[in-house]
């Protein structure tokens, strides 16, 4: 076995990839593959700086440490959703892939039998695969979430650095085998991270609350039925998609 050596650790896990047929998860890949690859070019990650482990449904990648953690994060957080935008926009739904995004560091040694090995890759599994970032991703109607290690959000998001915005960040506590844990998922807690248009023209904490005159239409109906309106019309008929997922 090899010495261990600090490395940045960047993991993606599809989201419900055992529900698709063998056809679905060969096409999946492909996918996972590309986005993943396209997402460390953006973020200046040069090949002979990288190692990859395939996990089927999952991708590990440990980061030499040259690599700046601020450029990734910010790549991560811009290029990567598009990236699967672009591609599931042209997609059937069974076809459109969702991800799970952790970032973590640590020392990981390679044994005889080109394993990976340490306790700090096995916590970044562990929040990998942990419910509050699994009921993260099924929340919210973006592509995929990142998560990444305390360490991570104290040395790099916290300070924040340039495209990166700590208090889009918030706090949770995981469960694992060795005790809970502290980790910091990206987004809103149990909602959809806001538009950067929405955060432009909200108000102010001392703002005044909206008088408001509109209509709220859910569900299946359409239209308006009597009476006489004023203001908008807002239709919502995302909630059945989002319950469907569920």
Known sequence: MTDPVYRTIL?????????????????????????VDTTLLDAAVDETARLRADRGDSVMELIDTAVPVPALIKTLLTETPALLHNKNRLLATSARMRLRIVLSSGYVAVDELDGWVGSDLNHAVRLLNSDPLRDALKQRESDCVLCVSEGIYQGVVRHGPLGVRPEEFHRVTVGTKEGPTVAWVHGGPGSTPSSPEAAVDAPGPDAPAPQRSDVQIYGDQYGQAGGTLHGGQHFDFTGRARDERR
């Open 11 to 35: 993991l993606f896990d599809i989201e419900q990839y055992g529900s698709r047929d063998d056809v679905e998860q060969a096409f999946l890949r492909r996918v996972l593959y590309d986005v």
